[in-house]
């Protein structure tokens, strides 16, 4: 695989050639920014104009984007990410703070002494964890924070850096795959299609508790493929934890806790959870004992180690800006939703759930893909029998299920790059269990059909 910028870089030239193949068009939408159904109309697009000098596409005319978008469409894909940028970065300088006290390399050697070394009791209850704050409660951006932690658990346990990341990644997606009562994607796409927020909740709550083990087995059954000679040390006797040690993990713990609740209770954004990340840090200096200048320098240190996740965010942002700005996602979109049309109830579930997936590619952000294709999917669904619970779900599994092994989620290489881990190695590694995955969803989707959920 060619280096994860590099691979970011192809993808968008592919999207700028995608829009001289792809005719343009738009659907109206409402004042609230959802698509209208049925107004969608093409626009006729001038394929040469853009060649030399870049175009803005208007309601009537709209323009291919233009080779010069492969380099300008960087700056403007890391302007839009800019607020998740900053929070990627200030916790990799929380984390450098972290690091120069050693307070966290301590406590994960006590869990680790605690435990035996054995990862079939420390990785099932981790993942339970992360899943169940991703399923109820929509946590995924945040989880970015853990990566660098299960990154230092997994060498203490005599694995490598993918089994950290896994933990994490396999939990947080199964969760937000099943989304029992996820607010971030259920409150955006159950009104659309006219279901009352959070019902249908049983039936995920069992999809959750038929695959979030099926992740954990997975993971366990390959890690002996994922151990290093490294880790040997894993199953000594750590000493107990200092007492500047224990009021670092505290406040570390107590900032986690604040997080959630500023998420869930006070709408905080990636701004605010950026802010929090600062202040964390400040405290976890002056908690640590550091003086002013060790505590910026480790500070800029650990922003450093994060940098290549914050530019791969913003790089996954710019494709979306290449075929927004050409005025072609519409076109796809009313081009895959045609395919569902007059097709049996029995196959409607499994169908939209194959259109979400490819759309996933283009739009990883789950609440603008809700936006995009619910209110068109939705009355389809109505029309062939489906119900929109079902709509629903088949949108959940296919976000969630492409959103692990896609190029174009800014998130899923953030993971990578801040655990250190080849977007090729994780997909030789993922690709069997989302196959896993993607077979027991059909047959979900099915099911939900049969009975008429």
């Known amino acids: ?17 995608l829009t001289y193949v792809v ?13 209208v159904p049925g107004t969608y109309k093409q626009i006729p697009k001038d394929l040469g104009a853009a060649l030399i000098v870049p175009q803005k596409s208007t309601p009537a005319l709209a323009y291919a984007a233009s080779p010069v978008q492969i380099i300008s469409s960087i700056p403007a894909g890391m302007v839009k990410a800019a607020p998740l940028i900053m929070m990627i970065l200030f916790i990799g300088g929380m984390f450098g703070i972290l690091d120069q006290t050693g307070a966290l390399t301590a406590g994960i050697d006590r869990l680790v002494s605690a435990t035996g070394g054995n990862a079939r009791i420390v990785v099932p209850a981790l993942m339970i964890v992360i899943a169940c704050g991703s399923t109820f409660l929509g946590l995924i951006s945040e989880y970015l924070v853990l990566i660098p932690m299960m990154v230092l658990l997994a060498r203490r ?22 989304s029992v009562t996820n607010p971030l994607a259920l409150v955006v796409a159950q009104p659309i299609v006219g279901v009352p927020v959070f019902s249908g909740a049983g039936f995920r709550a069992v999809t959750f508790v038929l695959f979030l083990p099926i992740g954990i087995w997975y993971l366990l059954r390959r890690a002996p493929s994922l151990r290093t000679v490294a880790g040997a040390e894993a199953h000594a006797d750590a000493p107990p934890l200092g007492a500047r040690h224990i009021a670092m993990l505290g406040v570390l713990l107590g900032a986690v806790a604040a997080m959630i609740v500023g998420v869930q209770r006070m709408e905080w954004g990636n701004p605010e959870l950026a802010s ?4 964390l840090a400040l405290a976890l ?11 910026a320098q480790a500070f800029l240190r650990g922003m450093q180690s994060m940098l290549l996740a914050a530019v791969l965010v913003g790089l996954a942002s710019a ?30 579930g499994q169908l939209m759930m194959g259109i979400q997936l490819i759309i996933d590619v283009l739009i990883p952000s789950t609440s603008g893909k809700a936006a995009v294709t619910m209110p068109i999917l939705g009355p389809i669904g109505q029309l062939a029998g489906v119900s929109g619970q079902v709509t629903v779900q088949a ?29 090729g190695d994780w997909l030789r590694f993922i690709l069997p269990l989302a196959a896993i995955l993607l077979v027991l969803c059909l047959g979900a989707l099915f099911v939900a059909t049969a009975i008429g959920m």
């Open 157 to 178: 346990l005599g694995y490598n850096e993918l089994f950290g990341v896994a933990i994490v990644t396999i939990a947080a997606k199964i969760g937000y795959l099943t």
């Open 319 to 348: 494709v979306e800006i290449v075929l927004k700005d050409s005025l072609v996602l519409d076109s796809i979109i009313a081009s895959l939703s045609s395919v569902v049309a007059g097709k049996p109830p029995a196959i409607v």
């Open 1 to 17: 695989m060619p280096h994860a910028l590099v691979m970011m870089l192809l993808i968008i030239t592919g999207a700028v050639a």
């Open 276 to 279: 929090m990340f600062v202040a």
């Open 23 to 35: 005719p343009s068009g738009t659907f109206e939408r409402n004042k609230a920014g959802l698509v």
């Open 285 to 295: 200096s002056v908690v640590g004992g550091l003086d002013s200048r060790t505590a």
């Open 395 to 423: 949108f959940l599994f296919g976000n969630g299920l492409m959103n692990t092994v896609t190029p174009t989620s800014g998130m899923l290489l953030a993971y990578l790059a801040a655990g250190k881990v080849n977007y």
